[in-house]
Structures are given as C-alpha cells and as structure tokens.
C-alpha cells in the first residue's frame, strides 16, 4: 500500500530533550514536507525537501532540523525541545512537481508531540 | 491577517442532508485551489483540486465550485454520510511561488 509512515504516533518528552521523528514514503516521491498543526492555526511548512540532499526551510524552522539522505526517508529533529513546540505534526510526500501535482500531497497520519 | 479564510468554523448536520462549506482567500495572484478531507487522527487527503478557468469539479458527493473574480470556493456535500464527518481544508496557491496557504478549516460532524 501506498503510503507515508510516521513514528512514533504519540510522543511525551521533557524541554531539552533532543528527539526525532522518522518519516518514510513508499512511493518513490522526490518531494517531501513537515507541517504542524495547531488549533486556530491551518497546516504551516516547517521544511521542505525536493530531492535527496536538498532541504529548504519553510514558514517556521526555527527550533527543526531536517535531513535527506535517502529518498524514502526525512526524519523530522528536534534538538532541544521547548513547550512551544507541542503540537500535531505531518509529514508529506509529492510527486516531483511538488504539492501542485494532480494528486497532492500524501499525508503521514501524523506525529502528537507534548513538550513538558 | 490569514489570507485563506473557510467559514463556518464547525458544522453539525443530520445523515442524508446536504451541506455547503465556504472558502474565502486574497492570495493574489492565484494559481490553484484544493480541498483536502482531514479524519480525526489521521492526515489530509486531497477531494479535488481547481486551477484559474475551472469553475466546478465534482469527485463523487463532493463538488467544488470556484469564482476567480471574487475569490470565493464552495465545497458541496451532497446526500452526507457519517463518514463525512471530517475536518475539510482549503488550500490556495499563488501564482509565481511555491509556498501554500492552508486555511484553518471547517468541523463537520454528520449525526444519524
């Protein structure tokens, strides 16, 4: 099946803690993503990646760290969590076109993160 | 201010009725719109995507209507299910950019 997996689902840490979230797609999709959603908030891009070893950041970096090494794989880290950064997140996998593509984005079913 | 606004915030109805969602955005200048369905605890997923010339698409139930000139999308549920019950998104696209502008989008609970 057709799909992006993400772990772990539910993830309870302390501030400063360094953690990573994996990300990984079966579709061969050279476009990768992470948002975070937030109540009251759409979806906003943390970083983005259109092919292995090209990262970019989006609209809230700061606090994220990314990497592509593999096609398949763009795990979401970060390095000295704060409160702040408790929210839902989602990674996303496109066809090379990027989200613009007929069929958009496909959606992991998405990381809970509680900093405490 | 956001530039992606859907309206109502949330929406309850009875199984069988129909039901219109809206989609107010000023990006400018505009290269494409997308609904996507978000299920509780799971990620979104694409219904149907408008660019600029198309003023409706139909994906089964689902029919999207846009209006380029005042910047206005509907998504239409026609004969809802519960399974509709869902949290639907609005996201637009400018022209000249790669950057998306999701909306904050509109809880739908359909109740038998």
């Known amino acids: 099946e057709a799909q992006v997996t993400q772990n772990p689902r539910y993830l309870i840490t302390v501030t400063g803690k360094k953690l990573t979230v994996t990300c990984s797609q079966n579709?061969?999709?050279?476009?990768m993503s992470w948002y975070r959603q937030d109540p009251g908030l759409g979806l906003r891009q943390i970083y983005y990646?259109?092919?292995?070893?090209?990262?970019d950041k989006g609209d809230v970096p700061e606090g994220y760290k990314v990497s592509r090494k593999e096609k398949r794989n763009f795990p979401l880290i970060l390095e000295s969590p704060s409160p702040n950064q408790t929210s839902l997140y989602f990674c996303?996998?496109?066809?090379?076109?990027?989200?613009?593509?007929?069929?958009?984005?496909?959606f992991g079913s998405g990381t809970r993160l509680t900093v405490v | 201010k956001n530039q992606v606004e859907q309206s109502p915030q949330s929406l309850i109805i009875l199984e069988g009725k129909n039901c219109t969602l809206q989609?107010?955005?000023?990006?400018?200048?505009?290269?494409?719109l997308r609904w996507y369905k978000q299920d509780t605890g799971r990620g979104p997923v694409s219904l149907t995507i408008?660019?600029?010339?198309?003023n409706t698409k139909s994906n089964g139930r689902y029919t999207a209507t846009l209006d380029a000139d005042t910047k206005q999308s509907s998504l239409h549920i026609t004969a809802s299910q519960l399974s509709d019950s869902a949290s639907y998104i609005c996201?637009?696209?400018?022209?000249?950019?790669?950057?998306?502008?999701f909306g904050t989008g509109t809880r739908l609970q359909v109740f038998p």
């Open positions: 996303a996998s496109s066809f090379a076109g990027g989200p613009d593509t007929f069929y958009g984005y496909t």
């Open positions: 579709m061969n999709h050279e476009y």
């Open positions: 990646s259109m092919n292995v070893e090209v990262t």
């Open positions: 989609c107010n955005y000023t990006v400018s200048p505009f290269s494409n």
């Open positions: 408008m660019t600029f010339s198309e």
């Open positions: 996201v637009v696209r400018g022209r000249n950019t790669d950057k998306l502008i």
